[in-house]
């Protein structure tokens, strides 16, 4: 049912708050794939795809050594049949450069019927992103 699906990635989004990664790998396959759509993912180094659960916890630490989140807030949530497609306000500044980013995202979520996250799609503004690292 899609509104579990909402609800594990509402679950996925508060342990994200927390930065309990052992929560998030609770709820994604041995093969979850995660990764952005466009971009360079050899100069921004939470862009780099992830293929695994083993390799998830390498996203985490990509992120927070790379940047300070200072707002993350989910908006929107729309669900169809394995899919949840969030709309996320995104803040953070690049811990080498100072520079802060802003940005409405969608992060496009696929889970099996056992309501864990198979692949994970982030759609973002990803010029600002190469303009902020640099």
Known sequence: ?????????????QAFGKQDVAAILAHV???TAWDFNGGR???????RPIKGREQLPRFFEALG???????FQPK????CGPHVVVEVHIE?????????VAMEQLQWWTLNDANQVTRLRHFEDTAQVLSAIK
């Open 76 to 79: 929107e949530f729309i669900h």
């Open 29 to 31: 396959t041995p093969e």
């Open 1 to 13: 049912m899609s509104v579990e699906k909402v609800a594990t990635i509402q679950g996925i989004y």
């Open 65 to 71: 050594s790379s940047v300070e989140v200072s707002v």
């Open 41 to 47: 993912p050899e100069q921004v180094a939470w862009h």
């Open 92 to 100: 953070y500044t690049v811990r080498a450069t100072g520079r802060k």
